[in-house]
């Protein structure tokens, strides 16, 4: 947990003004650690930083609810990019991976990031893959701090943008 911690709390405080944010936490349910999605702040940051270092593991793991709740999308056009940040030790990652490939709307990438000596890779990969996002394992202080800058770099702005395809092959 302190891991996941770490890594949350860098990627919040990379957030950059304009940028909006949420965070759940799920263990048994899910829980709101944020009114929603709220607009980045000196505020709202350290609320947040005050939510999570509270965050104390209670068992179980009811990743699909917390799955559904962040795919949720506020409007149709909305750019969103949720982090999933895992130990992963569920028995049910084609559920969850299933779900995200199922749920991930346009405009809406899963990045998953497993924490821990041997966290599920069959579960980070497949979120990852299925997300249209970034798998990142992170197993110690050094490499949450480098997974932290790493998924920043590919949550803060798209690549490409108005990218048209043509041609006699394309069907869609």
């Known amino acids: ?13 990379g957030l950059e003004p304009g940028d909006r944010f949420e965070l759940l936490a799920f263990a048994m349910g899910v829980e709101k650690l944020t009114d929603g999605l709220v607009a980045l702040g000196e ?12 965050l104390q593991a209670n068992g179980g ?16 056009d909305a750019q969103r990019q949720v982090v999933l940040v895992t ?15 199922r749920g991930t709307q346009q405009g809406v990438r899963v990045h998953a990031v497993g924490i821990g000596a041997a966290p599920n890779r069959t579960l980070v990969a497949g979120a990852a893959r299925a997300g249209r ?18 998924l920043g770099a590919a949550t803060a702005r ?15």
């Open 133 to 150: 996002g970034v798998e990142l394992i992170v197993s110690d202080e050094a490499t949450a701090d480098a997974a932290a800058k790493r």
């Open 87 to 101: 130990d992963g030790y569920i028995g049910f990652e084609a559920g969850v991976v299933g779900r995200i490939g």
């Open 43 to 54: 505020e709202s940051l350290e609320a947040a930083l005050r939510a999570l270092g509270r």
């Open 158 to 172: 798209p690549v490409l943008t108005d990218l048209a395809i043509t041609g006699t092959a394309v069907m869609e």
């Open 61 to 76: 793991t009811e990743m699909l609810y917390a799955v559904d709740e962040a795919l949720r999308s506020l409007r149709e």
């Open 1 to 13: 947990l302190s891991l996941a911690k770490r890594v949350v709390g860098e990627l919040l405080r």
